[in-house]
């Protein structure tokens, strides 16, 4: 009890630390604007938001302006998402996908005003209730990260990586997996953690230190979308008429058991390593119809629909910030660049963190998300008509910002080659239909897979039953046994068969 | 012909490049000492050397890019896997996305490192939206020229490492392309009559983006920017020092 009242009260000084310096605010309504530019933007994300900022911020501020701004811009991004998706039927981000199934029909009929009203409140209690489960879990999962050591930090690495090939794939999941080993054979560029060994360098003395996070970030998340939105031609887009957008007490009262479910839905997710809003988003719209009573009017301009996915995707912010903390794993790509900001500013996120700051990520939260509902409910007008610009016309000056981003972080021109080279790969793997999350996340927690698993075998001297004796390391083994086998076509297709035999009794 | 077929005669080329490309890094891994990988006082054994992991890596890929080639080819991968129209490619869709390549490609490789990064990123924003806006191929192989043409000079008369961070011609060539192809883009939009809003504010678009960017970069977040020596930079960066600063604290 002590320890939650003594949390408690850390969190409000932390709080208010944050609410009493004036500088808070100009970087939260700075960064939060510039979110929901991006997520409401088509063609921009929420990832890439959170990337170009971390080019700007670096090392050279302090790391609670770092965090401000880019965790501003995280929350704005995935809720600014939701505009084009509920005005124009087109998503801004992959959040948002599940939003326009049912936004759109809301608009057309004319209640687009009371789309996006609901939408910010949505997302406003689902980013508290990610956050509240994140001070929460954040804090047990930390007591039982004491009891993780390398095989299980290796084995949970192998099951981001899996998982997010797993559930990114949009064609064949054997493409997610290869970009997940793409990733990791990324990450195994430079000298090796143990022995300093020189691998695949090939002379050049740059790629000693390994890929840099930022350039890769960069070229695999700007680059494609750069390419992709000047490919096709696309004309500014005709914005519907809203109305009131200030949704009712009574109506939001009435939805607050489904907001709270969804809010619920999308913290599982959103803390599964690897995974991300988006899959939040589809996941808690599928509970929702399901549990619904009125689940048939699910796709035709359903509000229950509509906060079942917004919810989901802002709580999925907190949740994937708790992997992210505890254990350096981050729970979705735009926290993967998180993650790379807090290497940058050398904090290693993991069991030794300083709890202070964990506190104060939860006060940024709670602050940004005020920031967004505050935003969202009384200046909605200015994103809707910033939906005007052509993506022929902003995506260019997104390559601008993208260069000097990524060269200011490292400083020299190889990072930008870098980049360049790692975006044209993610192009050509986006037109083959491969996930690019995976290849991140691989490249990411790479380093983390090799040390820990060559020092778990280190340890034990060489025999590997060291990732099955464990209780922990014997659950996540089986985790990736079982994430292997579900994908295997005897497997699946014996599920397939008794599962009919189920459904048709004889 | 469905979108999955397109799909799988590529799954067939990739997956033969990623089974070319896993068994070079095998070789290469085979080289990183493995039985006896002693290395910084760390007396070494299979265990902990650094080709443990990478062969796991490059053997799994082997192995995934084998089980893509089987789908492929079970899916009809293989036939007519040869011609660029049975893999889905358009000509028209492969001239615009190799001009868009090779614009990014000429501004990061040869633009960025060794001329002004006002000057050169003005030259790329005014080639991409004019190039690439109105859907014009005319105003796409123009503006992937006009980006080319000094690229290619950076490239063959500055090459050597040691020369990028100087003043030189190249920014006055990049400068001089970019008022040509700003010149070109409003002639010939009005002649061709797609002269619209976006035509009119490029320009505006193309000099002030990267000259904020620049100077918040540089004086605001400071952070370091590309080129410091370049034309324009170099006076902006001379005057805030010698001029500005000095007038601000009251010397």
Known sequence: MEFVTTQIAGFWIALAELASDPVTYVYLIASVFLGIVFGALPGLTATLAVTILTGFFSNKFPLEQSLIALIGAYVGAIYGGSYPSILLNIPGTAASAATAMDGYPLTRSG????????????SFIGTLFGTVCLLIFVWVLLLMSKNIASPEKALLALFGILLSGTLMSQDLVVKGWIAGLIGLAMAMVGLDPILSEDRYTFGW????????????????????????????????????????????????????????RSGAIGTGVGALPGVGEDVAGWVSYGVGKASSKEGSKFGRGSVDGLISAEAANNAAIGGALIPLLVLGIPGSPPAAALLGALKINNVIPGPTIDPALILRVVAILVMASLTMFIMGLFTARIF????????????????????????????????????????????????????????VIGAILGGLFDETFRRSLLISDGDPSVFFSRPGAAILLTLNVLLIMSQLPFVRRRFSRLRRNKETPA | MTDRTIMRRRDFWTSIFLIVVSAFFLYRTSLIPFFKADAAGVQGAWFNSAALVPFGIFSALLLLAFVLLAIAVKDGGMVGALSARAMGFTRSEAERLACVALILCAYIFALVPRTDFIACSALLITALIWGFHSGNRTAMRLSALMILLPSAYALIVHFPRDQWTKPHDDDIIVLIAFLVLTALMFLLSRRLGIMGRVVRITPVIAVLTPLLLVIAMAFGFRQNVPNRQGLIFSKIEYHYYVTLKPFWSGN
Request: net charge positive; charged share 10%; glycine share 12%.
């Open chain 1, 205 to 260: 003395s740059y790629l000693l230190s390994g890929f840099q996070i930022v350039p890769v970030l960069m070229g695999a998340f700007a680059i494609p979308q750069i390419m992709d939105g000047l490919r096709a031609t696309t004309m500014a887009a005709q914005i519907p008429q809203v109305g009131r957008i200030v949704p009712k007490f009574g109506e939001v009262l009435r939805r607050l058991p489904g907001i709270t």
């Open chain 1, 111 to 122: 209640r687009g005003g009371e789309a996006l009203g609901i939408t910010t409140t949505a």
């Open chain 1, 384 to 439: 809707i008509m910033i939906l005007r610009i052509p993506q022929t016309v902003f995506l260019p000056v997104v390559m601008v910002l993208t260069t000097i981003g990524s060269f200011s972080v490292g400083g020299g021109v190889n990072d930008l080659f870098l980049m360049i080279c790692v975006g044209l790969v993610a192009y050509a793997m986006n037109v083959m239909k491969y996930p690019i999350a995976p290849l």
